[in-house]
């Protein structure tokens, strides 16, 4: 049921999900999630991309820093937005003092945001020259700083895109296992096929055929993806309306 996903760095003790800050790099993601998104205190604009990836603004004095080894490779750093790919977080997460669902979206399950997320990707990708870069970058409502969440079902990045989560917006995974099934309907998060090879990631970066790793594609930013591995699934499990995807694991561990 659960595809690769990154090793969570945080955790909320009360609640029992999981987050995960996104990390340089390539994220493979579904039922892993963590302590939900928190609105910020304003809003967060257009970065200045000569100095905001990669920056080395804040960082503490150069003398007090250790020797970095030189043979690590370069530090990666998020290309350039493609031309209309910034795109303003459209939902707002709960904030009502109840700690068991504060911070989790406000959303419709039938108006998600994938098809928006893909289009720009899509677009992205086919305005890239070859051995070029781009980037899709998702942030915090430029007009209302309380509204800082997506919500996607399946997304497939392409050859030179990378996914920017910028600080302070979620990516939450939608709660429908029927957006998951990589094979016949019904085989994500049920007992027909409850193994990884039944479920799409949230994330995908292979191609269609093949099981190569695109090039040139990731995830990067200071944003976080909520796998909502925690929260019930749409449907439910077992005759559990109420089930998780963590049930679904569970489930897959006893058998």
């Keep these: ?91 707002a997460v709960r904030a009502t003092g109840d700690i068991r669902t504060d911070g989790l979206p406000i959303y419709d399950p039938s108006a998600l945001d994938t098809a928006a997320i893909q289009a720009s990707i899509d677009a992205c990708a086919a305005r890239l020259a070859a051995g070029q870069k781009g980037s899709v970058r998702l942030r915090v409502n430029a007009a209302d700083a309380t509204k800082i969440a997506f919500v996607s079902g399946p997304l497939f990045l392409r050859a030179g895109v990378t996914l920017w989560i910028d600080r ?56 976080v993806i909520d796998g909502l591995g925690g929260e019930p699934m749409i449907g439910g499990f077992n005759g559990n309306p109420d089930a998780t995807w963590w049930d679904v694991a569970t489930d897959k561990m006893l058998d």
């Excluded at 090793?7 to 993601?29: E, H, Y």
């Excluded at 094979?183 to 479920?199: E, F, I, K, V």
Aim: aromatic letters at 2%; one cysteine or more.
């Design 168 to 223: 302070g917006a979620t990516l939450f995974a939608a709660q429908d296992p029927r957006l998951y099934d990589a094979q016949d309907p019904g085989t994500c998060g049920t007992d027909a096929n409850n193994s990884s090879g039944g479920c799409l990631s949230l994330i995908n970066v292979k191609p269609t055929s093949g099981t190569a790793l695109l090039a040139d594609a990731g995830v990067m930013g200071d944003g």
């Design 1 to 91: 049921m659960l595809q690769p996903m990154l090793r969570p760095m945080r955790r909320r003790i009360a609640g029992n999900t999981w987050a995960v800050p996104v990390a340089l790099g390539v994220a493979m993601i579904l039922g892993c999630s963590s302590e939900h998104a928190v609105v910020p205190d304003a809003p967060h604009g257009d970065a200045d991309l000569g100095d905001a990836p990669g920056s080395d603004a804040g960082a503490a004095d150069a003398g007090s820093l250790p020797a970095v080894d030189p043979a690590l490779p370069p530090e990666p750093i998020i290309p350039a937005v493609c031309a209309g790919a910034t795109l303003d977080a459209p939902h």
